[in-house]
């Protein structure tokens, strides 16, 4: 199951979900209880390629995650 992160609007608490695809799935904000969230783009794939092989991805090699 892919994991989404999710930051709740009311309070700005950033929290992750395990989701089945394709389905939506009701969440609240672990801290204030809000059900007002905004899903967020997630750029694991290229983050941890980076890391795990040892190599920038970054093609100006200035990249914020080295």
Do not use: V, W
């Not at 009311?10 to 394709?22: D, I, R, S």
């Not at 939506?24 to 783009?41: A, I, M, N, R, W």
């Amino acid at each position: 199951m892919p994991i989404f992160e999710y930051k709740c609007k009311k309070c700005g608490h950033k929290m992750e979900f395990l989701e089945k695809a394709g389905r939506s799935e009701k969440h609240s904000c672990e801290k204030c209880g809000s059900s007002d969230l905004q899903k967020l783009f997630s750029t694991f794939s290229a983050t941890s390629s980076s890391k795990s092989s040892g190599s920038s991805s970054c093609p100006t090699g200035t990249c914020p995650l080295n």
